[in-house]
């Protein structure tokens, strides 16, 4: 069965993991440039990519919690 409604802790949860994500990503683009050695440059460049991936499919998430809490559909 799958639920559309998030608790408040979810939400939370949730905001802090994008956060944190989107940090990840931040300054691995940072190092990228700065990077010279090609095998830390993949491996920075996978990093990258999976934050890319794991940032859009939270998305989905994001905007269901979101259109929760503005409905006052979250339960604490």
């Known amino acids: 069965m799958k639920s559309n409604q ?4 979810e939400i939370t949860d949730l905001r802090e993991l994008s956060n944190f994500k989107w940090a990840c990503l931040t300054q691995t683009q940072a190092q990228l440039q700065q990077v010279e050695n ?10 990258a990519e999976q934050d890319k991936l794991t940032i859009k499919r939270m998305l989905p998430f994001l905007e269901s919690a ?5 409905h006052g ?3 604490v």
């Open 6 to 9: 998030f608790g408040v802790h």
């Open 38 to 47: 090609h095998d830390l440059k993949q491996l920075l460049q996978a990093s």
């Open 66 to 70: 979101s259109q929760s809490f503005m």
């Open 73 to 75: 559909e979250g339960s």
